[in-house]
T-cell receptor, first 114, second 115 residues
Framework: GAVVSQHPSRVICKSGTSVKIECRSLDFQATTMFWYRQFPKKSLMLMATSNEGSKATYEQGVEKDKFLINHASLTLSTLTVTSAHPEDSSFYIC??????????FGPGTRLTVL | AQSVTQLDSQVPVFEEAPVELRCNYSSSVSVYLFWYVQYPNQGLQLLLKYLSGSTLVKGINGFEAEFNKSQTSFHLRKPSVHISDTAEYFCAVIAFSGGYNKLIFGAGTRLAVHP
């Protein structure tokens, strides 16, 4: 199957700083990418849909000014957690959809805010 | 709106025993159905998917699932599990309604295989 990478895999930062997470589709183009958040022992919660060349579509309850999404090209989407706080600590997973019936996931990024 | 219910949060089973992980969905429109597996601290790997056609779908690692439209179910089965099958399993659905095509996940089922 297609490969989706995320960088970094793990990040620890101080409260109040911003953290950028990159998501790349390595061998296919994706006009749409998705960002999910997963709490320990919980399911994946869709945060937003990232659309290449346009604004992201955020799910209800997700602060768009807190979680900035940029889909700069057909192979790259970034999620920036601004002014991070300990409650933002989580496992963030991106995915990309080369076609409507396939969706591939990145390996995830573990964010820890001290 | 679509939703996915995984009826069991945890399923303990002995090695080489059969297992069934249950999944029910709610949608008034046509759907695509998926099962994903997640190993600790990793992303999700697709096990199998139902798009159309035969209701019995075979996936990787010996897993299979059956789509039952009348019962709105998509249960995952394996006739004989291994220790390495211990992981979290997620059922997911995409429903099609005027462009509404987000992949929505169930709460997950933790499969614990014991020797």
């Amino acid at each position: 199957g297609a490969v989706v990478s995320q960088h970094p895999s793990r990040v620890i930062c101080k409260s109040g700083t911003s953290v950028k997470i990159e998501c790349r589709s390595l061998d296919f183009q994706a006009t749409t990418m998705f960002w999910y958040r997963q709490f320990p022992k919980k399911s994946l919660m869709l945060m937003a849909t990232s659309n290449e060349g346009s604004k992201a579509t955020y799910e209800q309850g997700v602060e768009k000014d807190k979680f900035l999404i940029n889909h700069a090209s057909l192979t790259l989407s970034t999620l920036t957690v601004t002014s991070a706080h300990p409650e933002d600590s989580s496992f963030y997973i991106c995915s990309a959809r080369p076609s409507i019936n396939e969706q591939f996931f990145g390996p995830g990024t573990r964010l820890t805010v001290l | 709106a679509q939703s996915v219910t995984q009826l069991d949060s945890q399923v303990p089973v002995f090695e080489e025993a059969p297992v069934e992980l249950r999944c029910n969905y709610s949608s008034s429109v046509s759907v695509y159905l998926f099962w994903y597996v997640q190993y600790p601290n990793q992303g999700l790997q697709l096990l199998l998917k139902y798009l159309s056609g035969s209701t019995l779908v075979k996936g990787i690692n010996g897993f299979e699932a059956e789509f039952n439209k009348s019962q709105t179910s998509f249960h995952l089965r394996k006739p004989s599990v291994h220790i390495s099958d211990t992981a979290e399993y997620f059922c997911a659905v995409i429903a099609f309604s005027g462009g509404y095509n987000k992949l929505i996940f169930g709460a997950g089922t933790r499969l614990a295989v014991h020797p």
